[in-house]
């Protein structure tokens, strides 16, 4: 495709159900993102992937937050058990450079809106 | 630690008055800073990163190590230039990009 795609746009769960949200990145763009965008708040950063590896978990909020990625392509966010406090915007961000320091461009997905009752 | 400070939540001026959006950033090492830009309904995007010492759409940004800061300047705001602006924050050879809250700038006729 042309761009990030992420799916799903939206999605209404009920609390202490498990959800799943998918990012296909551009083809062959190494680095992938995740950030977490609240109401009214920044981008929080939660996890990178250098191609399947994953050298930065540390802004996963909880042990109920997961991710994977296949290769260099698709990578799939898994929160167990949400909780209201995990309503947010999810977006995925994929980079042909590795280094995000030395002027990679992060190009975005139109993200993934979770609202959980 | 990698913090981008943001101050103004709300920017609002008159088309063809001049905008200056703040950044302020906290980092040890060398740091790489950036604009990013959400215009209506399309998607985050990279507007101007100070490595390149672009102009892109008439905007300017100039690292001031100094005064830790990156902010984000047009002479003449067009109304085209109403969006969300995130200031963004990484460091020489690394991968992590840090983002500030973001400044909602309305440009009005």
């Known amino acids: 495709g042309a761009g990030v795609s992420q799916s799903p746009s939206n999605k209404v769960t009920e609390k202490g159900k498990d959800v799943e949200l998918r990012c296909d990145p551009i083809?062959?763009?190494?680095?992938l993102y995740w950030y977490r965008q609240r109401l009214g708040q920044g981008l929080e950063f939660l996890i990178y992937f250098q191609g399947n590896s994953a050298p930065d978990k540390s802004g996963l909020p909880s042990d109920r937050f997961s991710a994977e990625r296949t290769g260099e392509s698709v990578s799939t966010l898994t929160i167990q058990r949400t909780q209201q406090e995990d309503s947010a915007v999810y977006l995925c961000a994929s980079s042909l450079a590795i280094l995000a320091g030395v002027g990679g461009e992060l190009f975005f997905g139109e993200g993934s809106r979770l609202t959980v009752l | 630690a990698q913090r981008v400070t943001q101050p103004e939540k709300l920017l609002s001026v008159f088309k063809g008055a001049p905008v200056e959006l703040k950044c302020n950033y906290s980092?040890?090492?060398?740091?790489?800073l950036f604009w990013y830009v959400q215009y209506s309904r399309q998607r985050l995007q990279l507007l101007l990163r100070h490595i390149s010492r672009e102009s892109i759409k008439g905007f300017t940004a100039d690292l001031n190590k100094g005064e830790t800061s990156f902010h984000l300047k047009k002479p003449f705001a067009q109304e085209e230039d109403s969006a969300m602006y995130y200031c963004?924050?990484?460091?020489?050879?690394?991968?992590?990009?840090?983002f500030g809250a973001g400044t909602t700038v309305t440009v009005r006729a």
């Open positions: 963004a924050l990484s460091g020489y050879n690394d991968y992590k990009l840090s």
């Open positions: 083809s062959g763009h190494t680095a």
């Open positions: 980092y040890s090492g060398s740091p790489e």
